[in-house]
């Protein structure tokens, strides 16, 4: 599934964009939004506002939570 964002608000860069929309990292996903959308580097770090990108919806977050062990 595709989603498609659009850029708001001024100094929005992609890494928030995609916080903003799914409210977690997600490893991969700023270098796969960059691949689907040709030119989109060349803008900057910062996204003019108006500027739609599409975005390959994440896998919804694991549930589990990890556990780390002092004594292991």
Do not use: F
């Amino acid at each position: 599934m595709i989603d498609m964002l659009t850029v708001e608000t001024a100094h929005t860069t992609l890494d928030l964009l995609l916080w903003r929309r799914y409210r977690r990292e997600v490893k991969g996903l700023v270098e796969d939004t960059l691949a689907r959308n040709p030119g989109l580097a060349a803008l900057g770090a910062i996204l003019p506002i108006g500027t739609v990108v599409q975005v390959q919806v994440p896998p919804a977050a694991s549930t589990a939570a990890a556990v780390t062990s002092l004594y292991d």
